[in-house]
């Protein structure tokens, strides 16, 4: 069963192990823990048959006008079964008030977003990978 929480109480380093697949410097799984905590909300996706984060989404907000969400991630073996839709959804009704939500994406997941209601703008983005070494 997937359950889907808001609270990393009970959760271990070990069973946040595993995201940030193909990043040239992904963040240690402590930096990771302090990422979702940091986060004005995040929600995770644990197997309590494997007893596993398999998913996990974050916002960053003002709580009234603007919401980023900035990561998403679900581990390729359980991919293409809802997870990820779910988690946007219920990151959503977390967010219910803001004005907006604005999500960077790749260009193939544009119809993954634009299934959820998302549309298409043109942005600027600068990143700073070192920051997370
Ligand atoms: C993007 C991601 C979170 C989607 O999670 P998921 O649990 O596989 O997504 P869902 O099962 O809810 O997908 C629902 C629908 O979205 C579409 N979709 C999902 N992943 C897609 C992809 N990689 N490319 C194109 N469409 C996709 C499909 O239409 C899918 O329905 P279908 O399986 O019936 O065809 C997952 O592929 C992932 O973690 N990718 C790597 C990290 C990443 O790119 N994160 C997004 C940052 S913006």
Redesign the pocket.
């Known amino acids: 069963m997937i359950d889907y929480r808001h609270s990393l109480d009970g959760i271990t380093n070990e069973e946040l192990h595993g995201f940030f ?1 193909g990043w040239p410097q992904p963040p240690s799984v402590f930096k990771f823990r302090e990422i979702l905590k940091k986060s004005f909300a995040f929600i995770v996706a644990y197997d309590t048959k494997t007893k596993n984060v398999i ?1 996990f989404v974050t916002a960053i907000s003002d709580g009234i006008f603007a919401a980023f ?1 900035p ?4 581990k390729t073996e ?10 946007v959804r219920r990151m959503e009704s977390r967010l219910s008030g803001n004005y907006s939500i604005d ?4 260009h ?2 544009e ?2 977003y634009a ?1 959820l209601g998302y549309t298409s703008l043109s942005g600027q983005a600068k990143r700073f990978p070192k920051s997370l070494s």
């Open positions: 697949a998913g969400i990561l998403l991630e679900v359980y991919q293409r079964k809802g997870i990820g839709r779910e988690l999500i960077v994406c790749n193939e997941l119809s993954f299934d």
